[in-house]
Each structure stands twice: as structure tokens, then as C-alpha cells.
Nanobody, 121 residues
Framework: QVLLAESGGKLVQAGDSLRLSCAAS????????IGWFRQAPGKNRDFVAC????????IYADSMKGRFAISRDVAKDTVYLQMNSLQVEDTATYYC??????????????WGQGTRVTVSS
């Protein structure tokens, strides 16, 4: 079973950058795709980006291209989400998920507990 643990969420100012981490462990971790999703209070969970097991292929939500970047350190079993030019609207709990591919949250069977990002003006 693959286990996920997000970290790095914090309170930041608008315009700041922040890097989130998703540490994966357990059986089968070498070949799992990883996605990032976010959920703002009172809203649905939205797709952010995903990356394949080797880090050679990625998909981004259209609104994230050029501002967010997903990457993977295979040796450390860790996936990162680099977020630049943060806006108040980026405030959300960010989740990583394993075992799926693409934009639909229902395609990912394994989820972490989330890490909260708050952007103040």
C-alpha cells in the first residue's frame, strides 16, 4: 500500500513563492503517478497538476501553466509543487494523490491528508 504525506503549507503574502512536498512510501511506490489537487473552503476539489512515475511527463491545469511547476525526486520518493506569484485565490488545502492520471479526482485511489496554504493580501 502506498502512503502519502504532504508538507510545506503555511501562511504567505500575495506575490510570494512556496514549495510543497509530497513524500510517498510503501509497496509499489516506484511506479505510481502522483497528482496535486486543492480545495478551498466551500468549494470542490480542483486539479492542479500530475506527474508520471519517472518524472518525464506532466499535465497541468490550464490556469496553473507558467506559474506552478510539478517535479519529482525519484531517489527521495518525493513529489514537489513549486508555486510562484501566489494570489489570495490560491488559498486552499492542497492534497497529493497517487495511482491516477489526469484531471479527475475519482481516478486517484490513494490520498494524503492535505496541507493548508493561506495567502494574505
Amino acid at each position: 500500500q502506498v502512503l502519502l504525506a504532504e508538507s510545506g503549507g503555511k501562511l504567505v503574502q500575495a506575490g510570494d513563492s512556496l514549495r510543497l512536498s509530497c513524500a510517498a512510501s510503501g509497496r509499489g511506490v516506484n511506479y505510481v503517478n502522483i497528482g496535486w489537487f486543492r480545495q478551498a473552503p466551500g468549494k470542490n476539489r480542483d486539479f492542479v497538476a500530475c506527474i508520471n512515475w519517472s518524472g518525464s511527463d506532466t499535465i497541468y491545469a490550464d490556469s496553473m501553466k507558467g506559474r506552478f511547476a510539478i517535479s519529482r525526486d525519484v531517489a527521495k520518493d518525493t513529489v514537489y509543487l513549486q508555486m510562484n506569484s501566489l494570489q489570495v485565490e490560491d488559498t486552499a488545502t492542497y492534497y497529493c494523490a497517487a495511482g491516477g492520471w489526469g484531471r479527475e479526482e475519482t481516478e486517484y485511489p490513494v490520498w494524503g491528508q492535505g496541507t493548508r496554504v493561506t495567502v494574505s493580501s
